[in-house]
């Protein structure tokens, strides 16, 4: 029964469309949604500049800390303060990077405010 046998290079083309074998992932954090917004668009038109394609920024979920402080120093325990810290974050994937893609993302100059996590 020889013509049942599937061609093993179509099978590997189709999955090089996938899942690419080179990929950076880039992972942002920021307390303040302009300023990741900012810093998202700064490397999408670094990464567009040298031909890679992007995908994202792709919205994660934002966590929330919330943290409770006694209004009183000593009695009055219902009285409290409730603060809150809102981490907003955003995952770009920049698929088949050239090494002129990693050096205009090395040359980038983000807020201080983002913080950025990059896995090859």
């Known amino acids: 029964v020889g013509g049942s046998e599937v061609p093993t290079s179509s099978v590997s083309v189709e999955a090089d ?3 690419p074998k080179q990929k950076i992932r880039i992972k942002l954090r920021s ?11 700064q490397i999408l ?3 567009r500049t ?6 994202g920024p792709v919205p994660l979920p934002t966590k929330k800390r919330i943290y409770c402080v006694l209004k009183s120093p000593h ?8 603060f ?6 955003r995952l770009i994937d920049i698929l088949y990077p050239t090494a002129q893609t990693i050096d205009s993302l090395m040359q ?3 807020p201080a405010g983002v913080d950025v996590e990059v896995k090859l």
């Open 108 to 110: 980038l100059d983000l």
């Open 84 to 89: 809150e810290i809102r981490t907003h974050q």
């Open 75 to 82: 009695v009055h325990k219902d009285a409290r303060f409730h």
């Open 45 to 47: 038109d670094a990464a």
């Open 31 to 41: 307390y303040w949604v302009p300023l990741i917004e900012d810093s998202c668009k």
């Open 17 to 19: 469309k996938v899942a």
């Open 50 to 55: 040298t031909n890679a394609k992007t995908m």
